[in-house]
Every structure is written in C-alpha cells, then in structure tokens.
C-alpha cells in the first residue's frame, strides 16, 4: 500500500535537546486528489521517542476533522476526556505506531476541507505535568468533493444542442456544460471600408497587383488597391 505524509514535527525539551519526540502521520491517499463524500482514509501515526525522557506524548487535535470527518477503527489511541483531541504514548526506546480511519460524513458543505492538526509533549522528569510541548501544526489535506462520474458521452444530430449537467460540481461555483453547434465567423466593416470574412480573389495569369496613387488634385479613393494588366 502506498503511503502520504500529512504532517511531520519534532518536539524538543527545551532543558535537554537530547531528548526528542518525533510524531508523523501518514494516510493511504493522495492529498493532492479530492475525496468523496462518504470515502475513507485509512492512516497511520507513529511516534517516535529519543532520549531519556519519561513519557512521550503525540495529540491529534479533534476539531481539525470532526466537521467533515468521523474516527473509526481506533488502534493505538483514545479520546482525552476533554474531547478536544486524541491522544497516544510511548516509552523511551519504544516507538508507537497507532491506527485509525477518518470516514468522510456523507453531507458536508461545498469549501470543506480535512486538514488533520498534530501536537506533541514530553515528561522529561518523571513528574505528572508535561515539561516541553508544541503549537499546533498542520501540513497537508484534503479537499471534499463531489465528482461526477467520469467518461460520459453524448449524441447530437445536426444542428441540436446538448446539455451536460453537474460537470463542476465540487469545483466552486457550479456552471452548465452546453454543447453547441459552430458559428461561422461574423463579417464586419473595418477603419478603411473593406469588409472582412471575404475569401480572397486568386490573381488571374499575366496580371500583377499595383497601389494606385490619386493624381494631385484629386481625393484619394477609399480602396487602395486594384488589378491593372501588365504591359
């Protein structure tokens, strides 16, 4: 199974750089690919201790997903009685690979976004209190949508139109797909009097093209150009 990084950060005790808690959380989607309404995301968290610290800490903030997202299939972690976040542990020298899967809900609004939050912590003195902890982090998600179904296709007779509808959906600002018969291009007038959309005239043997200059005292003629024979 493939795997993608969603986040990735290093908590150091702040007395004692030697001692390290690694957090890192992987999933089996491509961030860069939307995800369904319904979908799930199987993931992986690991937790990697280093140093003689006490205890070591990882926190999965629960308001990153719990608006378009459920958990299911807990391994390896639990909700803290506070709701606000889950949590896993390890011991030094033991590192701590928890499972889950985020099940999409199947309504949710057209922005949403899953973009799951980490935080890490240390006991580095063997006390009840954490001594060293993180800010909140966030790296990669996923953006929710609605796709429609890929590879349709349509008949037209001549001269009809068609219409393909729901092709943007998830995509912000939903259009209509019209399917329409090719104008010919329009002919205008241009700044000199000529008319455009005309096809050219081939230039017949023996005949070559000349600008005609107005004799002095005369108006110049609107058309600057003619056929004269050629002597």
């Not at 003195?125 to 929710?144: E, M, N, Y």
């Not at 009097?193 to 005609?212: A, E, H």
């Amino acid at each position: 199974m493939s795997t993608f990084t969603l986040a990735r950060l290093h908590s150091v005790q702040h007395d004692n750089p030697s001692i390290v808690c690694r957090s890192e959380l992987r999933c089996d989607r491509d961030p860069a690919l939307p995800v369904r309404p319904g979908g799930q995301i199987d993931c992986e968290w690991i937790l990697t201790p280093q140093g003689e610290g006490a205890r070591f800490y990882g926190y999965l903030m629960a308001d990153s997903f719990t608006r378009v997202a459920t958990m299911e299939n807990l391994a390896g972690l639990s909700l803290l009685p506070s709701g606000d976040r889950y949590a896993t542990s390890t011991t030094p020298g033991v590192e701590r690979i928890a499972k889950f899967t985020l099940r999409v809900n199947a309504y949710v609004p057209s922005d949403a976004f899953l973009v799951p939050v980490l935080r890490a912590g240390i006991i580095a003195d063997g006390g009840k209190g954490l001594t060293s902890t993180t800010f909140s982090l966030k790296d990669r998600g996923f953006r929710i949508a609605a796709l429609p179904p890929q590879g349709r296709s349509m008949l037209l007779l001549p001269g009809h139109r068609g219409v393909l509808k729901g092709l943007a959906d998830g995509l912000g600002g939903g259009r209509t797909a019209h399917r329409r018969r090719p104008r010919p291009p329009r002919s205008h007038r241009g700044r000199a009097g000529r008319i455009g959309g005309l096809r050219p005239v081939p230039r017949p043997p023996g005949v070559r093209l000349v600008r005609l200059r107005p004799r002095p005292g005369h108006r110049r003629p609107r058309t600057g150009t003619g056929y004269r024979p050629r002597r």
